[in-house]
Each structure stands twice: as structure tokens, then as C-alpha cells.
């Protein structure tokens, strides 16, 4: 098993920043590939962002290129969403996921989820 706890969410106005950390305990952490997601009101989860175990390979959503950064330090067993550039659709739960495989979380699933952050920008 692996647990996971996000960090960071809050209220910022349109063009600003936030950085969101997912916290893991449980299992080897350069073993999983780490992702965001996030969930608005009534809708499907939708994948965000995702870096393999040693961090070399990431991918994101066409929605967030250019402003959002994903990372990890596997050293702390954590990694990161560097959100630049904020707009009021960027507002939802966003949820830090584990998986073993990278094409797991582009196809909008994942094993492990934490428990989500809130992310508000007011329009």
C-alpha cells in the first residue's frame, strides 16, 4: 500500500502561484510513477500531470503545458505541482496519485490517490 497527502491548495487571484506537495509513505517511492489530478464539481476526474520514478520522464495535460511543473524529490519521497499562471478554470480538488506504470495515469487512472486539496481562483 501506499499512502498519500497532499499540501498546498489555498485562494489565489487569477495570475498567480501555488505549489502543491504529495507526501508518500508505504512503499519504495522512486518506484512509482507520481501524478495530479483534479476533479471539478460533477465531473470525471481529469488526468493533469505525471513524472516517472526517476523523474526523467513527465507528461501534461494540454490544458496546464507552460504553467504547470511537475517534479519530485525522492529523497523526501514527495513530489510537486509548480502551478504558474493561474485562471479561474484551473478551480477544483486536486488529487496526487500513484502508479506503477506512466500510461496508467495518461489514461486517466491511477492505484493509490490521496485524499485532494482544494485550488481556488476567483474570476
Known amino acids: 500500500q501506499v499512502q498519500l497527502v497532499e499540501s498546498g491548495g489555498g485562494l489565489v487571484q487569477a495570475g498567480g502561484s501555488l505549489r502543491l506537495s504529495c507526501a508518500a509513505s508505504?512503499?519504495?517511492?522512486?518506484?512509482?510513477?507520481m501524478g495530479w489530478f483534479r476533479q471539478p464539481p460533477g465531473e470525471e476526474r481529469e488526468f493533469v500531470a505525471a513524472?516517472?520514478?526517476?523523474?526523467?520522464?513527465?507528461n501534461s495535460a494540454d490544458a496546464v503545458k507552460g504553467r504547470f511543473t511537475i517534479s519530485r524529490d525522492n529523497a523526501k519521497s514527495t513530489a510537486y505541482l509548480k502551478m504558474n499562471s493561474l485562471r479561474p478554470e484551473d478551480t477544483d480538488i486536486y488529487y496526487c496519485?500513484?502508479?506503477?506504470?506512466?500510461?496508467?495515469?495518461?489514461?486517466?487512472?491511477?492505484?493509490?490517490w490521496g485524499q485532494g486539496t482544494q485550488v481556488t481562483v476567483p474570476s
Open positions: 496519485a500513484a502508479s506503477v506504470l506512466i500510461t496508467t495515469m495518461t489514461g486517466g487512472a491511477s492505484n493509490y
Open positions: 508505504g512503499r519504495p517511492f522512486s518506484n512509482y510513477v
Open positions: 513524472i516517472s520514478g526517476g523523474g526523467d520522464i513527465t
